[in-house]
């Protein structure tokens, strides 16, 4: 009896304790809805009156042991954050406890979370639901739950509410490119658990490709003992390392043995994230050609290649038995390691030479009566398809194995766009997006003179956040296909796990929030006001995340009247407080609220910062505009330019925006396989001296210079006589390059300008070369 009234006594003071506090909290903060930043936002949120208080003395009670790992990120974080060792209970407490409750009427990864004064509910009908139920909770936390050591009077406080959640798409994935630089399994877990409190749950490990094979596979010991090193040369641009010289130790590289990736997937496994093996055929391949040259068409040595290589033609004889076999022999050792129902396969990028002259593969496309060798490759997918789907598991590819025909099972990776995905969904088979435009987290993500090489691309956050995998155009029944979407982080440009970081974070937070989260809704004002708490929670994570969406840019209009140009400046966030100073003023002085566009007609230099709480912070904007005679004046085109780089239409090449390394920045015009020939109509008789034509060489893409420039003047629209011509032969050129072709001439008086630039046509490869144009300075 005594004891009971001490109990109850107990009870009432802590619960009246407990309500001071929620009522406290109340009067002076009052919640809403502004102030919960969950992300990926949950499907249905209710907001309460006051809070839950964790103590010392939270218990969980976690019925079902195999959920024990879901309540694990919580307790941790409370280890590591607050110093205390929450308990975990089997016996349902009276009061403040976390309480995993199963409900067999949800989906799989859906969960429910009530925050009450007294208790949280967590329903979930799967390890991965409960998970999520706690990932949630988490982000509900103060954000100092994410720091790396204790920190003191934080009242660890969540706001009542009511939250049913669950996915859009089952498919939430990330992949690593560990060939073309290695990261060690640390990094990889670290990764994990950061795909987990994003509720992702695939994590895709592209293991092979020509610069590393990165998996040990006993049968084949060669393919790590030599295909897993290559010659350091880390100091040259990734596309200029020349090919190793025999005498030379490879010492660039590493791989990961069984045991690593036991750990690795039971990890993964113990935060609800699949592993995906990649295992690249027939392309992709040079490290297993230089560990195994017997699999290949032409048997010769070749060596691991350190840096670019392209086109890909060391590829695995199609046409050999033996050929099958070894990769039978791989994937048996790699699906008894990885328990992914999705085994990876690449097909990608085959460049399929040796395969039409090679007497296997033509004696097997003979056999087998394939019509070429896009057929042959069809036919290899499929021998692996039938192998894969023999061990019950499904075959997936990137779009490539459409070509020649798709093998029944399979699954598709739609990268080149999303017209693999609509094809492959077409014709029944299940998709996964990742289309360039918006998943390759290689891309650019800020201006490309402030941010780290990159691989080219512009992918900004916000473009991610416009991500959806479900294409406009696509029925219900191929909607239905569309297994969900994920990032693909390329490694040429990332030799660091700080860098990789960079490039992940934040796009992965509105990657998640595209898959998780209904469509309905969704808003990149709404969603970037949650972006800035989140940085301070990756802060404590100690993730090196990107700032690029505060970087300014600027946008301009020319009018085509006046020939001012006005100049916006903006960030991704809207309502950022820019300041600016003009020429010599100085920005700490003179800075000047950013409210409208800048006018200019003269040559301009625009400083410009982002402010907060009256402080400069990160990069300044510092940019010259340099006017001149041909601003916003009419230009024909003689030989249009492409479609896919319009630059900024028809004045363009007079809006004095010039454009960067970045070809994809919308400041370029491009012609393919054709020359530049266009005529700028001044309107008036005017006085010049020089014209200058600004080009971009990056060879990689096909972007060539000119091979020669041609100035001509006429007064009076109809004869044109030539003031200038610059010769450029041919250089192969390992950089990205920009230059100004400047032709200089005698005053004279013109109505009229043509500028003629010769394309070089043809690459030396024998595909169509690009132009590339982003201005015409008149003076
Ligand atoms: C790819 O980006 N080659 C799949
Ligand atoms: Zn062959």
New binding site residues.
Partial sequence: MKTKINWALKSLIILFALCCLGCQNKASNPITEKDIHIIPKPKDLKLGSGHFVFTEKTKLYVPNNDHLGAADVLLNRFKTAANWDLEVVKDLPSTNFIQFKNNGNLDHEAYTLNVNNTHVTIEGNSFSGFSYGIQTLRQLLPSEIESQQPIESVVWEVPQVMITDSPRFKWRGLMLDVSRHFFQKEYIMETIDRLAYHKMNTLHLHLVDDQGWRIEIKKYPKLTDIGAYRVDQEDKPWNARPPQKEEVNNLYGGYFTQEDIKDIVAYAERRGVNVVPEIEMPAHVTSAIASYPEF???EEPVTVPSGGLWPITDI?????ES?FEFLENVLTEVMALFPSKYIHVGGDEATKT??KT?????K?MQLEGLKNVEELQSYFIKRMERFISSKGRILIGWDEILEGGLAPGATVMSWRGVKGGLEASSEGHDVVMTPGTHCYFDHYQGPMDTEPKAWGGFTPVSKVYEFDPVVDSMTQAQAEHVLGGQANLWAEYIPTTAHSEYMIFPRLAALSETLWSPKTNRSWTEFSSRLVPLFKRYEYQGINYARSAYAITAETEVNDSTHVITVALKTEFPDTDIRYALNDDLLETSGTSYTMPIEIDSTTTIKASRYDHNAPVGQVFNKTFNYHKAVGKPVTYNTLYSNSYQGKGSNNMVNIVRGTKNFHDGQWQAWIGNNMDLVIDLESSTELSEVTIGTMENQGPSIYFPTQIEVLLSTDGKSFSSVGKIDRPFKVNPTIELKDFTIRFNKQQATHVQVKAVSLKKTPSGGGAWLFVDEIVVN
């Fill in positions: 290949s068409c032409l695995y004889c199609a046409g050999k050929t040796n395969w090679c007497k296997h593969c033509q097997r």
